[in-house]
């Protein structure tokens, strides 16, 4: 080990009191001001409340009844809504973000914003687990080659010792896990960008896929649209096996990385190897073989001028999710990825370059624990119109002290609503976004069917329910939504999340990324389906005569689609949050939104009791994400205020007669909430891809005061 304890071995975060949030136009940043600054611009609530300092005190009297607890819940989170009406918060979980970030600054040279390197330092110092030193694929999961290996990186990049204890711990544990030559194909892919991994270590992601012809399967305009992203930078990083000149710190790494010496290392050997504590969904005998075949075709290929072209062709749909964002992409990883594509085609000098320097504020998050890379560029939209659902239905917006907050909410919807297709549509395989509402903002402009769906009941309940706001959206931009809503419904009469399924099941079947499951293709999903059904019941409500005919058929194939996949015994598995308790919410709303209750569905009452053979003796529920990898319910270790809150609003949903078990998950919720009105973090809420957990914090102030508020509606004050 070349590494000698230096001056970094102690590490300073920065001066919390002067970071600020600032919003516009949806869109959230977070900035690191100096002291004079901050003198003249105090911090607020919202600022104190996610960096972990004190706010101010309320006093606020004692809930006797679940409405009371409802209202002092919100009068609490009133006080985190921002000037824009929109809830911002923190989206952090996945460990395998920030990699790509600091990678891609390293090899362009990009300085960060004063404050983002101590931060990151800190944050990943935080997260480091406290039995072995290493990261997982998310916060809360066992240490793995790609967290471990990566966020290793991470820190000596940002300039920590070798020998700092926190890399020495770290490192022990990488290698007891194997080395850097385990880990998953992603991490390949950043280390081999960085140039501490050779490429012929990984299995060719080849850009001639993009020369293919559309009407094969296999196109990649087919696959899901965030696996698409990635991989089209990936595959042109890789046919160009794009590799910085090494610095004395990469060579170091090199040697770091690995339990013997990297000149050593048979990189072809290690195509295949994936640690087993990263292995999720392992590779097919199709895919070993299929990349048997195309690591013997790359080494014609790659010399000829198929391979230029090809690299134009991936470019150009670099180029078109660049333009149809602006310059925000779908996800953070593709964000570092096309970041890094722009360098090497146009350079660092190039207008777009820039433009991608400038805009990765957009996902860092600055916490009490440290900076972190957020899964997405917020949860603006879908956070605040589910707030804003939650406190219609308890009554409480018709309280004139929360008008102004559900005014303000209108006005954030109103804006966020996507005006505007793609600009580069056809050729950039997007589909119509005017009229549809994203999950984030509407910059970043991708429709999701539920968020379109969410967005459509938000304003349709601002518009339609409440006394005393005046219409923003107009009845020709609902049609848009709704057009679109009823455009996206696929075969099966299910909903996806962001396209239809556009590509056969076996594609999954080539899966390649190890860690993710169900990732090639868009499938149906019980929760999406639910927010469509719900979107246009509530749109039929008020405007009967638009395309009603279509309206009640669409609805009716995706409640059949949403009776059709619930399991054995009465539960729905969910894809985005944790996990039979989330979905199970979900179809029960659309069951009931149909007049199927308790009193006259088998199927309602199946998903009843399995709900209720899951309350703990202290009247909660609590799930781990491991149900999600699993696929069987696994407890938590304690019941949770969110899970409870999603179990009560599905029982009350069905009109589950038996009022003394709900009773008793409400009474845990307030038992759990703290005398100003809030509730305290708990357990991670949402999952992806069914292993990677992410945090949704605003839940447990949204759902713990829609529960509370669906029980006082539907039994007064009984308690
Ligand atoms: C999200 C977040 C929101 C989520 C809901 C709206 C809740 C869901 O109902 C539909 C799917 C969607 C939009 C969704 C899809 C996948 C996302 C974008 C994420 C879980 C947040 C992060 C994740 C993204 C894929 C993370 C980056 C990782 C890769 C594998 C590319």
Sequence with gaps: MTGTISSHTAHHPTDRTRWRLRVNEGRQTWHYISEEESR????????????????????????????????????????????????????????????????????????????????IIQYLFNRAHADDGGWGLHIEGHSTVFGTALNYIVLRLLGVDAEHPVCVRARGTLHKLGGATGSPSWGKFWMAALGVYDWDGMNPVPPELWLLPHFLPIHPARYWCHTRNVYIPMSYIYGRRATP?????????????????????????????????????????????????????????SKTGIRTRALKAAYAQVKYEDENTHYLDIGPVNKMMNMLSTFYEEGKDSEAFKLHAKNNIDFMWMSGGGMMMNGTNGSQLWDTALLIQGVIESGLAEEPQNHEAMKRGLMFIDDCQIKRNPPFMKEGYRDVTLGAWPFSNKFQGYTVSDCTSEGLKAVLLLQGKLSYTTERVSMERLEQAVDIVLGMQDKSGGFASYETVRGPAWLEWINPAEVFGNIMIEYCYPECSTACVLGLTYFREQRPDYRSEEIDATIKRAVKFILSVQREDGSWYGSWAICFTYATLFALESLSSVGQFYSNSEPVRKACEFLLSKQRVDGGWGESYKSCEQHVYVEHENSQVVQTAWALLALMAAKCPNQKAIQRGVELIMSRQLPDGQWKQEAIEGIFNHSCSISYPNYKHIFAIWALGRYAKTYGDAL
């Design 40 to 119: 003249a611009d105090p911090q607020s609530d919202i600022e104190k409340y996610w960096l972990g300092l004190k706010i101010s005190p309320s006093n606020l009297p004692k809930p006797t009844t679940a409405l009371e607890a409802a209202r002092n819940g919100f009068e609490f989170f009133k006080r985190l809504q921002n000037e824009e009406g929109f809830w911002s918060g923190e989206y952090g979980g996945p460990m395998f973000l920030l990699p790509g970030l600091v990678i891609t600054y390293y090899v362009t040279g990009v300085k960060m914003p004063e404050g983002w390197s101590d931060e």
């Design 245 to 301: 000149a090494l610095t004395p710190l990469t060579r170091q790494l090199r040697e770091e990385l690995y339990t013997q010496p990297y000149d050593t290392i048979l990189w072809y050997q290690q195509r295949n190897n994936i640690c087993k504590a990263d292995e999720y969904y392992p590779h097919t005998s199709l895919l070993n073989f299929l990349n048997g075949g195309l690591v013997i075709a790359e080494k014609g290929i």
